[in-house]
C-alpha cells in the first residue's frame, strides 16, 4: 500500500520488485478534501479518520493548493497506468468498491486478479460479497454483531 508516487510525483522506492498492481482511484473532487482532512488531523494530533476540518480552513487551502495538487493526482495516476501494463494492473474506483450495489462485483474483479498471483489463494466466489461486506463495511458490521451480542 502506497500513496507513492505522491509528492511531486517521486518514484515508489523499490518499485522494481513489485510485478503487479492495484491501482484504487478515488475521484479528485472527493480525494482532495479527504487528504486535507488528513493534513488537518496530523496537523492538529488528531486521530486519522475522526474529524473533518472547519470549513473555512478547507477553503483557504483548496484556494491555495488545488491546482497543484489536481496535478499531483494527476501524475499519480499516470505513474501507474504508464508503468504497469493491463494485464499487471487493476483499476479500482474507490466510488465504486465501497458501494453497497457495486462493491461486491468489485471484489470479484481484485478477486480475479489476485488469482493470477503466484501463492496467491482466494476466496470461492460465493464467499467474496461477505468478505467486501466485512472489510469495506466493517463499522456497520460491527455495529451489527455488538447489537446481536447485547
Known sequence: KTHSPSHEGR???????IPRAILLLRHPLHSLPS?????????????????????EAWIEWRDANFERQLQVWKRHTEYWVDTYSPVNRLILAYER??????????????????SRSEGVTVRKPEELPCVWYKVIKYKEAQSKEGAAAA
Open 11 to 17: 518514484e515508489v522506492p523499490g518499485a522494481e520488485n
Open 35 to 55: 487528504y486535507y482532512n488528513y493534513l488537518y488531523e496530523m496537523e492538529h494530533h488528531l486521530e486519522n479518520h475522526s474529524t473533518r476540518a472547519p470549513l
Open 97 to 114: 468498491i465501497t458501494d453497497a450495489e457495486l462493491g461486491p462485483a468489485e471484489a470479484t474483479r481484485v478477486a480475479e486478479f489476485l
